[in-house]
C-alpha cells in the first residue's frame, strides 16, 4: 500500500474536497476562504501539500498552484463554478461519491482517518454555506 509521501499535492486537496462535501455537508464555499482554509491546513500539515505556496494577495493569502488545481478540479468536473465572477465554488457530490472508499483502499484507513479530520477542520474554517 503506498505511504502518505505518494499522495499527490492535487490528490491531497482533491480528498479534502471531496470528504468536506460526503462526509461534512461542504458543498458550497466561498472561493476566498478556501485558499484561507487551505493555508491553515498547510501550516498544519505541510507535509500533505509538497510544492504549495501562499502570498498575500490584498490581504488573502493566495496561491498560483492551489488555483491551476481548483482550476483542474473543475475541467474533471469535481468542482462547478455558478457565478460569472467566480465567488463560488461547488463540489460535484456525484462525481467525488467513491472518494472514501478510493482513499481506503489505495492508502489504508489511517490515511482515510487523516483526510476526514483534515475535510472536517477544513469545512469548519470556511463555514460552508450549504
Not at 458543498?27 to 498544519?44: C, L, T
Not at 462547478?80 to 467566480?86: A, C, F, G, S, T
Amino acid at each position: 500500500m503506498p505511504s502518505r509521501e505518494a499522495l499527490t499535492l492535487q490528490e491531497s486537496v482533491m480528498n479534502i474536497l471531496a470528504l468536506g462535501a460526503l462526509k461534512e455537508g461542504c458543498v458550497k464555499m466561498h472561493y476566498n476562504d478556501v485558499f484561507r482554509a487551505f493555508q491553515k491546513i498547510y501550516s498544519e500539515k505541510p507535509e500533505l501539500f509538497p510544492g504549495l505556496f501562499f502570498s498575500p494577495s490584498g490581504g488573502e493569502p493566495h496561491s498560483n498552484i492551489l488555483e491551476d488545481i481548483l482550476s483542474s478540479l473543475g475541467t474533471w468536473q469535481i468542482l462547478m463554478v455558478e457565478n460569472p465572477r467566480y465567488e463560488y465554488l461547488r463540489v460535484n457530490k456525484e462525481t467525488v461519491k467513491g472518494i472514501e472508499k478510493d482513499i481506503e483502499g489505495q492508502y489504508g484507513p489511517e490515511i482515510l482517518n487523516e483526510f476526514n479530520e483534515l475535510a472536517k477542520n477544513f469545512s469548519a474554517e470556511i463555514k460552508c454555506s450549504e
